[in-house]
């Protein structure tokens, strides 16, 4: 091999190995932007709410995608090839968590992916599970509230969201730090406010009619926050998807006709069928709000401060 063919060779594999090891150093980050085509920090949340949220904490600097769509029951929902996909090309996965997305454990495993997977209500859930143990030594625990997984329905808890939200971002894309620092203040602003509302909203309620009773236990943070008693639920658990018994029924009207519930509130991702018959057997009122998924943008839950707006609206519409 002549002594100029040797040198080329050497430069080729210096050149080579240069690419090698700069292509190496690249952040997850920027790798996944550039299979995108896009700048922005690519991220999917698990339902159209958590969306929303990280989505105000990200603002332009992030793209958002939602896998379960505008309108559809999480404890239902089942991911297609194109969900796992979407999973799979994410840089970050937010998630509510507490039981809510049960879909997910496999639909992590099928996607692989470097993905950090935030879940957003874990400390929530486990606080508001050890507050439960601690009553129920007194005789004093909510059955209906321990280990509910709907944390969103308070926005005091949506604040601690922000917080997280914030936190992740920052670590994931740095330079954009600042951004998501004033955006998650700005939202939070927008939370209290929305808190304190709610607050006057409830007040036009006489005491004895703050009572509640859903198609299935999805209230137990804005009861506990804003003082509501939760008489009992058509489905006496966290998810839409399990049965009650002809007993539970029974029990449930009792105790609607007992103690003078005034309306069902039930949501509009689920069946109704049930709570339709119990509103029959009782005579009192079937309400529907938005719990588990935001309306299109055309509709009345557009948004996370819009959705809280809309169902406060029509249960203190319901019960003064």
């Known amino acids: 091999m002549n002594y100029r063919l040797h040198i080329q060779l050497l430069v080729s594999l210096c050149l080579v190995l240069v690419l090698t090891l700069t292509g190496c150093a690249q952040s997850s980050s920027s790798l996944a932007r550039e299979s995108t085509g896009s700048d922005k920090l690519q991220v999917v949340a698990t339902t159209t709410i958590v969306a929303d949220i990280v989505q105000q904490v990200g603002g332009q600097a992030v793209e958002v995608s939602s896998l379960i769509p505008a309108g559809a029951d999480p404890h239902a929902f089942e991911p297609s090839p194109r969900d796992i996909a979407i999973v799979a090309d994410a840089q970050a996965v937010f998630m509510s968590g507490g039981g809510l997305e049960a879909f997910m454990e496999s639909t992590l495993r099928s996607a692989g992916g470097s993905a950090r997977v935030i879940v957003l209500s874990e400390d929530l859930i486990a606080a508001e599970n050890q507050t439960s143990e601690d009553h129920d030594l007194e005789g004093e625990v909510d059955h209906l509230h321990a280990g509910d997984p709907h944390v969103w329905m308070d926005p005091n808890n949506v604040m601690d969201w ?159």
Do not use: M
């Open 162 to 320: 922000v917080a997280a939200i914030e936190t992740s971002l920052q670590e994931l894309d740095p330079a954009n730090a600042e951004l998501y620092e004033a955006n998650a203040a700005a939202y939070s602003q927008k939370l209290q406010e929305l808190d304190a509302w709610i607050r006057q909203q409830v007040e036009q309620i006489p005491a004895e009619n703050r009572k509640l009773v859903t198609d299935h236990q999805i209230f137990g943070a804005f009861a506990s926050r804003y003082g509501f008693e939760q008489v009992g639920a058509v489905i006496p658990s966290i998810s839409s998807s399990a049965e009650p018994t002809a007993q539970e029924l029974a029990a449930l009207e009792d105790a609607i006709r007992a103690q003078g519930v005034h309306a069902i509130f039930i949501s509009s991702t689920v069946n109704q069928n049930l709570a339709q018959q119990v509103a029959h057997d009782t005579g009192i009122q079937l309400v529907t709000l938005y719990t588990d998924s935001l309306t299109g943008p055309e509709g009345p839950a557009s948004s996370y401060l819009e959705f809280i707006r809309y169902n406060v609206s029509e249960i203190v519409n319901a019960l003064k």
